[in-house]
């Protein structure tokens, strides 16, 4: 199934099951316990990220041939930093160039896992179990805030105003039974820019979801973001960087297309 989250003509918040582009089903309950399917059709006036998650958490370098790009070597274990909450952003809002990082701000097409219940010390076996869904997610990166600026920290270029844009649906587990079998994408303007699936990933997600749950308590609610493939601006030749009119659209299969334009601050 397919949740949204949106705005009706009152801008009342909704969780609701799309209809078309303009309509959806609403949502009575818990998306994370129980809840019904109502018969109430309400027109969507704005569309919203599909969570607001409690933790963003993110994986870098999680993608063979995103290392090979990049010159560096396959990680032992997954490479963890985190988005700040800040970052977030609905589908089709416009990523925000910031003036402290006017010329490096970089896409990342990224399959995104929202947790459904409390996960601790979650085995590989079971970790599946504890998926309510996944999302399409864009890590937007600013990347001398991430090698330098930020003291050798990726947070700090990775969690500026609206880099974490997620959407435009979250599909159930149910719907995509093997998520390391996706094609994912990112179009730039009216140019493909990475094109790869999730098998090339060297964690997969349940290895992904039991390695984070050791000792710390994955809220329901926590995104994941599982990594990118390669084709990202900065390890071209010559670098391909974000600029104010260009439009971004992150796409993976059986989910559909996050896009969001792009502009710079005021």
């Known amino acids: 199934m397919k949740l949204i989250r949106f705005q009706d003509h009152t801008r009342s918040i909704h969780y609701g099951t799309p209809i078309d582009e303009t309509s959806a089903q609403l949502i009575d309950g818990d998306v994370f316990g129980?809840?019904?399917?109502?018969?109430?059709?309400?027109?969507?006036?704005?569309?919203?990220?599909?969570?607001?998650?409690?933790?963003?958490?993110?994986?870098?370098?999680?993608?063979?041939?995103?290392?090979?790009?990049?010159?560096?070597?396959?990680?032992?274990?997954?490479?963890?930093?985190?988005?700040?909450?800040?970052?977030?952003?609905?589908?089709?809002?416009?990523?925000?160039?910031?003036?402290?990082?006017?010329?490096?701000?970089?896409?990342?097409?990224?399959?995104?896992?929202v947790i459904g219940k409390p996960a601790k010390n979650v085995s590989r076996q079971d970790a599946l179990d504890y998926v309510l869904g996944y999302t399409c997610a864009n890590d937007v990166?600013?990347?001398?805030?991430?090698?330098?600026?930020?003291?050798?920290?990726?947070?700090?270029?990775?969690?500026?105003?609206?880099?974490?844009p997620l959407?435009?649906?979250?599909?159930?587990?149910?719907?995509?039974?093997?998520?390391?079998?996706?094609?994912?994408?990112?179009?730039?303007?009216?140019?493909?820019?990475?094109?790869?699936?999730?098998?090339?990933?060297?964690?997969?997600?349940?290895?992904?979801?039991s390695f984070l749950s050791e000792g710390t308590t994955l809220l329901p609610g926590t995104v994941i973001l599982t990594g990118t493939p390669p084709g990202v601006g900065f390890a071209r030749k010559p670098p391909v960087f974000l600029k104010p009119g260009d439009q971004v659209t992150i796409e993976i299969e059986h989910i559909g297309m996050l896009i969001n334009p792009v502009l710079e601050e005021e």
Not at 47 to 69: D, F, K, S, W
Not at 167 to 192: A, F, M, Q, R, Y
Request: net charge negative; charged share 20%; proline share 10%.
């Open 167 to 209: 959407g435009p649906v979250l599909v159930t587990k149910d719907e995509i039974p093997t998520p390391n079998s996706l094609k994912i994408k990112t179009t730039l303007n009216d140019k493909t820019m990475q094109d790869s699936t999730t098998s090339d990933m060297i964690f997969d997600i349940p290895t992904l979801i």
């Open 34 to 113: 129980t809840y019904t399917i109502t018969e109430t059709i309400t027109p969507i006036h704005k569309l919203l990220a599909p969570i607001v998650p409690p933790t963003i958490l993110c994986i870098g370098l999680n993608y063979r041939a995103h290392a090979e790009e990049t010159g560096a070597k396959l990680p032992e274990y997954p490479v963890l930093f985190i988005k700040a909450a800040n970052s977030l952003n609905n589908p089709g809002d416009p990523i925000v160039i910031p003036t402290i990082a006017p010329a490096e701000v970089d896409y990342e097409c990224e399959l995104a896992i």
């Open 141 to 164: 990166s600013a990347r001398g805030w991430q090698k330098n600026g930020g003291g050798k920290q990726w947070c700090r270029g990775k969690s500026f105003d609206t880099f974490c």
